[in-house]
Structures are given as structure tokens and as C-alpha cells.
């Protein structure tokens, strides 16, 4: 069973959420944080699977705390719940080292396929965001700093494991990474992979 915190203002939609994740058969909302120094109080005494968290919170914004709290906790997976869906704002957040980002009014099923992509390691946009990040992005391919670092030991012709090693990820996830590497940019193995991530100037 998946771990979750939420971390938004908005108790009554947190308790909301709550009852709905712990009535799936897919995670259980093990605690929740109203504001930024609560949540650090909390990820101190222990870190969920996956990290659910709002960009407007009173004491701090979530873009922010999410850069602040991949430093601290590296290997924590963090899924954007927000009503921001404009196409800057989903950029920062991601680049602040969040791995997926779903709005406030998405579908329940989304919401829920959210925290299993977010804590199996892959990237996930709901459907509405989606649709803004391709719009926006002109068929560039955009990738967060993790999958460049990444990209960039691929091209220097290092394996799953010593890529695990060097970034202290377990295999899987790296493998998830390199399958996700791959979709974004339309590649049919490593080798062209590499060749179009220097052709697009990604690494």
C-alpha cells in the first residue's frame, strides 16, 4: 500500500482527499500538513512514498518547499496537487524536482493514477495539464534536470547499475527513467536515444 501526505491549506478538500485515497485499493493518507513547517516537522519523522503537495500554502510556496525538501529528502517522490495549471508554473514546480502534477479539479481516477506513477518513479501530468505542456512546448522536448543527469551517464555509456550507483536510485527507477527517456523522445533504443539528445542539444 502507498504512503501519502498531503500538504494544502484547505482542510476540508485534504480530508476529502483523504477519504478518497483510503478508500481506493491504491494508497492510504497516512498524515496531513496544513503549511510548509508542519510538513518538514512531519517528513523528519517519516517519509511516505509519495509526497502530495500544494503551490499556495500560507507560510510558503510549494515551489519553494519542493526544492527545499528534495535537498533534504532526495529519494522522495513528489506529486503536485494544485489549481495553477498554467504551463510556467508547471515548469517551475517540475524543475523544483516534483514528478508529477495533477490540478485540484482533476477526475478521482486521475488523481489516483497520479500517486502510482509518482511513486513507482515516473512522471505523470493529468490530463488537462497535459494538453498545456504540449501546446506549449511546440514539440520540444523538455526534460527535468533529473532526466537530463540522467540522459547525460546514458550517453556516457553507463548501465542501469552504475547509474543506480551514481545517483543512488535503485535499478528500477532508472529503468523507468530510461523507458521514460525514451517515450519522450520518440526513440527506439539507447543508441538513438543518445543521437537525438545531441542533435536537440539536451545534454
Known amino acids: 500500500m502507498i ?26 493518507v497516512v498524515n496531513i500538513a496544513t503549511n510548509g513547517k508542519d510538513c518538514l516537522k512531519l517528513l523528519k519523522q517519516n ?3 509519495v509526497l502530495m503537495l500544494d ?3 500560507p507560510d ?17 517522490n513528489i506529486l503536485a496537487l494544485t489549481s495553477y495549471g498554467e504551463y510556467t508554473m508547471v ?8 514528478l508529477g502534477y495533477v490540478l485540484k479539479n482533476s ?8 500517486i502510482e506513477a509518482v511513486a513507482a518513479g515516473n512522471n505523470f501530468f493529468c490530463h488537462e495539464v497535459d494538453l498545456v505542456m504540449k501546446k506549449e512546448s511546440n514539440a520540444s522536448v523538455w526534460l527535468t534536470p533529473r532526466e537530463r543527469q540522467l540522459l547525460s551517464l546514458i550517453a556516457e ?3 542501469n547499475h552504475e547509474i543506480a550507483d551514481k545517483l ?3 535499478v528500477e527507477t532508472v529503468n523507468s527513467y530510461r523507458k521514460n527517456l525514451l517515450f519522450k523522445l520518440n526513440a527506439r533504443n539507447t543508441a538513438m536515444l543518445v543521437k537525438l539528445a545531441y542533435e536537440q542539444k539536451l545534454i
Open 157 to 159: 555509456g553507463n548501465t
Open 55 to 57: 503551490i499556495n500554502l
Open 91 to 98: 515548469r517551475r514546480m517540475m524543475e523544483s524536482g516534483a
Open 107 to 114: 477526475m478521482t481516477e486521475e488523481m489516483l493514477e497520479g
Open 60 to 76: 510558503t510556496d510549494g515551489i519553494t518547499l519542493c526544492g527545499e525538501i528534495k535537498k533534504l529528502y532526495p529519494s522522495l
Open 3 to 28: 504512503e501519502v501526505i498531503i500538504v494544502d491549506d484547505h482542510l476540508l478538500l485534504a480530508e476529502g482527499l483523504k477519504k478518497i485515497i483510503n478508500e481506493s485499493a491504491v494508497a492510504r
Open 168 to 170: 543512488f536510485l535503485g
Open 47 to 49: 517519509q511516505p512514498n
